[in-house]
């Protein structure tokens, strides 16, 4: 038991490290800006970048590794990630920084991708929602102590610490995995045609849509969230790392939340959540009225982010164990595929929204996906209905 929670803090690290060099770009948009003489909207578009090259390479890397140990898959990966955040520790240019950022999303999604398959792997059937619940924790944790500590740092000692201290983080990640996740740890060996197996099940092809368009409805909004406190909310930046440390807070709610819903209801109360959602995405403009309504919304709205997590990503293990035990890493995988479909999604609306409309659209815009969510999960929960009834 104490082997199982020593790596299970080494995978919830393995995600916190991710999600902090992902997630970061949020809390420091204006001094990117600044330092590289570009428009913040540009900048913004690094988020884009980021999410649509982790969506696109990961299926891709994660067939190829899937067919090789993934212990040392995960190392190797874990290394060029930390190359990758050297390069934007040193960038001189924009260019040089966007090809950084490239680097970094190339392996995070796999990465993320076999974290999870070690937590599947190691975790007893009844910890098994526990421990996946907090590896989606970690990258909560990263927005709570990453974006606004990063932010602090950024203002009082140049954004390019913030990337220093992810490269110390990702070299004592490193001489963690080596010491204690299994070396061993093989998923069934099959081709790449009978990886790809899992793509034929109804369930999966219903359900790997839903975190994309779940988080496309967030980050219309979120993406531009530091603007939004300080330009339309109108609160200082002091009170602005506050408020996004508060913001973090709430996110690992969710992810707790999440896990909860893994043991009692899972998918059937989403369809409820995404009501929920809509309205607040509608009312948001108005929300920007009031700076402190404007944060309450705010907060409902990311408490709500994560709580897809758990239960879509028990599902596609199930299924996957259940019919295609080959296609482990691949149905690990889908989840962060999609939700980074959906941030690219999401990102590239808000800037749209943003450039062409002004930052009040932002929160009507989403609410056009959290429609599309919705009905996707009403047609999952009637697959899962007809799956469990034909058994």
Do not use: C
């Not at 067919?67 to 290394?79: E, V």
């Not at 990630?81 to 920084?97: M, R």
């Not at 909004?221 to 939004?228: A, V």
């Amino acid at each position: 038991m104490k082997q199982f929670k020593i790596q299970s803090l080494i995978l919830i690290l393995i995600a916190f490290t991710l999600g902090i060099s992902e997630f970061l770009i949020v809390g420091i948009l204006d001094d990117l800006s600044a330092q590289f003489n570009v428009s913040v909207a540009a900048v913004g578009y690094l988020v884009t970048i980021f999410a649509l090259v982790y969506a696109v390479s990961t299926p891709f890397i994660t067939l190829l590794i899937g067919k090789h140990n993934l212990f040392w898959g995960l190392f190797g990966l874990m290394g060029i990630f930390t190359f990758g955040n050297i390069l934007s520790f040193i960038s001189p240019n924009f260019t040089v920084f966007t090809i950084s950022r490239i680097i970094t999303a190339l392996v995070s999604g796999v990465a993320i991708s076999i974290a999870l398959s070690f937590a599947g792997h190691i975790a007893p059937l009844p910890k098994r929602g526990w421990l996946l619940s907090w590896v989606f924790a970690g990258f909560s944790i990263a927005s709570v102590l990453g974006v606004p500590l990063g932010t602090w740092i950024s203002t009082n000692l140049g954004w390019r610490i913030s990337f220093l201290t992810i490269i110390i983080i990702s070299f004592i990640t490193m001489g963690l995995i080596l010491a204690s996740l299994p070396r061993d740890f093989k998923q069934q060996a099959s081709s790449i045609m009978g990886q790809l197996a899992l793509l034929k099940d109804r369930r999966i092809q219903v359900g790997m849509f839903l975190p994309m368009f779940n988080l496309a409805s967030i980050y219309v909004f979120y993406t531009y969230l530091r603007p939004i406190l300080t330009t339309q909310l109108h609160f200082s930046t002091g009170m602005l790392t506050i408020l996004l440390f508060v913001f973090g807070i709430t996110n690992i709610i969710g992810n707790r939340m999440s896990g909860k819903l893994t043991e009692g209801p899972g998918l059937n109360v989403m369809p409820q959540v995404y009501i929920g959602q809509f309205v607040l995405l509608l009312i948001m403009p108005l929300a920007f009225l009031y700076s402190w309504v404007g944060v309450l919304v705010l907060m409902l709205l990311i408490t709500s982010m994560p709580l897809l997590g758990s239960p879509i990503q028990i599902l596609f293990l199930q299924v996957a164990e259940e019919a295609y035990p080959q296609s482990i890493v691949l149905a690990s995988s889908l989840n962060s595929i999609f939700s980074n479909f959906g941030i690219a999604l999401g990102s590239a609306t808000g800037g749209v929204l943003v450039s062409s409309i002004g930052m009040n659209s932002v929160g009507p815009g989403g609410a056009i996906y959290t429609v599309i969510t919705f009905g996707l999960t009403v047609w999952l929960i009637r697959l899962n209905k007809k799956s469990k009834a034909a058994e």
